[in-house]
Each structure stands twice: as structure tokens, then as C-alpha cells.
């Protein structure tokens, strides 16, 4: 698996990136209202591709023989994960008025960058001067 490892390193990146891609546009029509938002193929795809980055998460914290008990960015990561998900099922879906929605979008959008510079510097406080 080790042979792959630059492979699914980039796929996951690449998913990553559509992730946020999605995101933003499914958020924006959120706010407006946009109808498209009701589309199968909008409700579908998303989650497709998310599920496959998380799996190629997975991969390669098995690949690499990590755990976040032991790497405390990895662990971050997570955690960034569950509070981005949670965002963004109120930006999306249970955001009552477009406000909400549009504020809940953004953190979301913050979190996700938040997990991205985690993930590129191994440092959970990388934000912070050292």
C-alpha cells in the first residue's frame, strides 16, 4: 500500500478540494434560495465525493500507521471535521433564515481552512506565533 501512498495522498487532496468547491456553491444557493439546491444530483454527488475523501482519510492513517491519540494535528483534523460537518449541515439545510445560513457558511468555510493548514503544516496551532 506504501507504493500508493503518493496516489491516494493526492486523490485525497483533489477530493478535498471539490469538497470545499461544492461547498461554497451549495452554500451560496442555500442563502439565495436558489432551487438548484433540490437537484438529485446536488444532494448526491457532494456526499459521494465526500465519503470517498474521507476513505482515502482513512487509507492513508492506516497507510502511514497513524492515530490521533499519537498525533495530536491528526487529531485536530477530526475534530475540525466533526465542527466543519456540523456547520455545514446548518449552512445547507437546517439554517432557518438566510443569515444563519450565510454566517454558519462562512465558519464552515474557516473551519475547512483551519483543517487544510493543520493538515500542510502538522501543527494544530499553526495560526499562532511561535
Avoid: C
Avoid at 476513505?55 to 491519540?69: A, R
Avoid at 487529531?75 to 454558519?104: F, Q
Amino acid at each position: 500500500m506504501l507504493e500508493h501512498y503518493f496516489l491516494i495522498k493526492h486523490l485525497h487532496m483533489t477530493t478535498a478540494i471539490i469538497s470545499i468547491a461544492f461547498f461554497i456553491v451549495r452554500a451560496w444557493w442555500s442563502v439565495r434560495e436558489v432551487a438548484l439546491l433540490q437537484q438529485r444530483w446536488v444532494r448526491i454527488l457532494p456526499h459521494v465525493n465526500d465519503t470517498l475523501l474521507l476513505v482515502l482519510g482513512v487509507i492513508l492513517t492506516i497507510t502511514l500507521s497513524m492515530s490521533p491519540h499519537q498525533h495530536p494535528w491528526l487529531a485536530a483534523k477530526l475534530l475540525g471535521l466533526v465542527v466543519y460537518i456540523l456547520l455545514g449541515t446548518v449552512a445547507i439545510k437546517r439554517g432557518r433564515t438566510p443569515l444563519t445560513r450565510g454566517v454558519t457558511a462562512v465558519a464552515a468555510i474557516a473551519v475547512f481552512f483551519y483543517i487544510y493548514g493543520t493538515a500542510i503544516t502538522k501543527n494544530p496551532l499553526f495560526f499562532l506565533p511561535s
